[in-house]
């Protein structure tokens, strides 16, 4: 029985279940072949998918929990994986965690949910089928809105589901997944660091474009991902996922590596020349060690040292040019003052149902400009509450302020279950650190529409959420 603990004993199948899904890759690609000569690329596509997809089933119904701690670090690079480019049929996160409804299926929960985490839940639910229905009305093929659909939303609510009921089972396993969420954010910050050493990128791989600010006269880094939103938000959840690990470590355990796994989230962010990004990060700082309940004194001090240092280095970071500028830059916040002003006429346009989904674009261009101070409004919403507003209307932005407030309900129950748990402590100011940085990025960037950071996010809360369900019912009182 021992033996079956030792981590080859999980590495032998695993590489097995990896042979039987190349397999399945290859036969599945020589059979939609055939299909693809005879009836056309996307019914080839969607074989090769249904092959694939039932592979992934297997597997991980083979791995289990395996199959989510390795999602994170796996999730990184696999985001390269999709085919084909441009409107992806199969990506990495469909297959992966489409599988993971196996893994829901055959581990039922082991305790009711609480009262804190109802809130959250039932949010995700009512936001998957508000948003599917929308997206479907929007346009009813496989690509655009109902892609965004599957990986922004639904998939993130499936990850959620898993990684909660995984965490469910003990806090060796929230550490689990929390080291692995702080490895990706490593994975993540290193190619970050990487692009901007050796000038490569990779946004073109994954549908985007290379985003060159004119205003700094660089290209802003956007590691795998096609546009560097996601990936500074993905950033931000990962150093909250770190901070807690590093706190939550059994005294006198070694955590120097997992510092340097934070300085390359930490140098990702500063890359993505976003400052809703960099706030972000400062309040997943001050959060993760300034939030302990019923000790105001030391957020104040966390606060207070963290404003000393940032009036020591100022001086020094403004002698950059980029920070300087992206500092200094005035005319951003007024061009966002005006696109707001022109998503509620959006609103207003079209209130109970919205435009649609994606549509907010083309419905701006065709309208005038507004202006704030002389400068004119964007063609994008630039903020995920004015987007949702605008192309989905008041039913489709009661459902995201329904998960805002769930959010803010598990936060508070940490908090409860803070003054008894050392877990739920530290868990406390990582989980509201996360969240505000998720806030912060999502008032003044269109951050829902994009699957990783949602994906990252989902699979951070569903920790929380777990391990709070599962302290809670450690607590109760059992009957006699």
Same mark, same amino acid.
């Given at each position: ?39 056309? +690329? ?8 249904? !092959? ?118 003990? %806090? ?8 692995? !969420? ?56 990962? !150093? %909250?996922?770190?901070?807690?690990? @590093? ?17 390359? +989230? ?14 972000? %990060?400062?309040?997943?700082?001050? %959060? ?44 951003? @916040?007024? $061009? ?46 630039? &903020? ?50 996360? $969240? ?28 929380? &959420? ?15």
């Amino acid at each position: 029985m021992r033996a079956a603990s030792h981590p080859d004993s999980a590495l032998r199948p695993a590489a097995m279940w990896l042979v039987v899904a190349g397999v399945a890759l290859l036969s599945g690609a020589t059979a939609s072949g055939e299909v693809d000569a005879r009836f056309g +690329e996307t019914p080839a596509l969607l074989l090769l998918a249904a !092959l694939l997809g039932g592979t992934f089933f297997i597997l991980i119904a083979f791995l289990g929990s395996l199959a989510i701690v390795v999602w994170p670090v796996a999730a990184t690079v696999g985001y390269l994986i999709q085919v084909p480019r441009g409107e992806p049929v199969i990506t990495f996160d469909r297959v992966w965690i489409g599988g993971m409804l196996v893994y829901i299926a055959l581990n039922r929960r082991s305790s009711e949910r609480s009262a804190y985490t109802r809130p959250l839940a039932f949010g995700l639910l009512w936001l998957v089928v508000a948003y599917g229905l929308r997206s479907v009305t929007t346009s009813a093929t496989l690509g655009g809105p109902v892609a965004t659909w599957i990986d922004a939303i639904l998939l993130p609510a499936i990850l959620f589901v898993a990684c909660e009921r995984y965490c469910l089972l003990g %806090a060796d396993r929230g550490r689990r997944l929390t080291g692995a !969420l702080m490895l990706a954010g490593g994975v993540l910050g290193a190619i970050g660091v990487a692009q901007r050493i050796w000038g490569f990128e990779l946004a073109t791989l994954t549908g985007g474009a290379v985003r060159f600010d004119e205003g700094v006269d660089q290209a802003r880094v956007s590691g795998p991902y096609p546009v560097p939103e996601p990936y500074g938000l993905s950033l931000v959840i990962c !150093l %909250a996922a770190t901070l807690y690990w @590093i706190q939550s470590r059994p005294r006198g355990s070694r955590y120097s590596w997992a510092l340097v796994l934070a300085g390359l +989230e930490i140098a990702g962010i500063m890359l993505t020349l976003f400052r809703a990004a960099w706030l972000a %990060a400062v309040l997943v700082i001050v %959060a993760s060690f300034g939030i302990r309940p019923g000790r105001f004194g030391r957020l104040y001090a966390v606060m207070g040292l963290v404003a000393v240092v940032a009036v020591v280095a100022a001086p020094q970071l403004l002698q950059n040019e980029t920070i300087a500028t992206r500092t200094q830059d005035t005319d951003n @916040i007024d $061009a966002r003052l005006a696109t707001y002003e022109q998503g509620l006429q959006i609103f207003r346009s079209a209130p109970i149902f919205g435009v649609g989904v994606n549509e907010y674009n083309a419905v701006a261009e065709q309208l005038p400009p507004e202006k704030v101070g002389g400068v004119e409004s964007l063609t994008f919403p630039h &903020s995920s509450y004015v987007g949702l507003l605008a192309e989905q209307g008041i039913l489709g932005f009661l459902p995201f302020l329904v998960v805002s407030y769930g959010v803010w309900v598990l936060v508070r129950g940490l908090r409860t279950a803070s003054f008894s748990s050392r877990e739920a402590l530290f868990l406390t100011g990582a989980v509201a650190g996360a $969240a505000l940085g998720y806030l912060v990025m999502s008032l003044t960037l269109t951050m829902l529409p994009y699957s990783p950071s949602n994906a990252f996010f989902a699979a951070f809360l569903g920790a929380a &959420s777990g391990r709070l369900d599962a302290l809670l019912s450690a607590a109760q009182p059992r009957a006699p």
